[in-house]
């Protein structure tokens, strides 16, 4: 089981910038795929981006392609979300995620995660 923290979510203009953390802590978290989800008010929880266990492979959805970016730190136990040109569209609370050797192609959907954080909301002002 791997514990997640997620930070870095606030208020931020349409247009601006903001970096989201996730700490993970447990073991073989090296073996652990990680990823990003949100939900919007009234709306279910839609993928964002994933990072692959396996050679640092990406994936995202179309809607933040270009704009978002993941990344994994070296010792594999931050997981950050880089999004920029954030539009009001992007509000939600936004999620990290991790599932076992889970290949990133699979990740599209919220089921089948192994374990998730609780949470952290970005509101973009238009």
């Known amino acids: 089981q791997v514990q997640l923290v997620e930070s870095g979510g606030g208020l931020v203009q349409a247009g601006g910038s903001v970096r989201l953390s996730c700490a993970a802590s447990?073991?073989?978290?090296?073996?652990?795929?990680m990823g990003w989800f949100r939900q919007a008010p009234g709306k279910e929880r839609e993928f964002v981006a994933a990072?692959?266990?396996?050679?640092?492979?990406?994936n995202y959805a179309d809607s933040v392609k270009g704009r978002f970016t993941i990344s994994r730190d070296n010792a594999g136990n931050t997981v950050y979300l880089q999004m920029n040109s954030l539009k009001p569209e992007d509000t939600a609370v936004y999620y990290c995620?991790?599932?076992?050797?889970?290949?990133?192609?699979?990740?599209?959907?919220?089921?089948?995660?192994?374990?998730w954080g609780r949470g952290t909301l970005v509101t973009v002002s238009s």
């Open positions: 990072f692959s266990w396996i050679g640092g492979a990406t």
């Open positions: 447990g073991r073989l978290l090296r073996m652990y795929s």
């Open positions: 995620a991790a599932g076992y050797q889970k290949i990133i192609a699979s990740m599209t959907s919220p089921e089948g995660m192994d374990d």
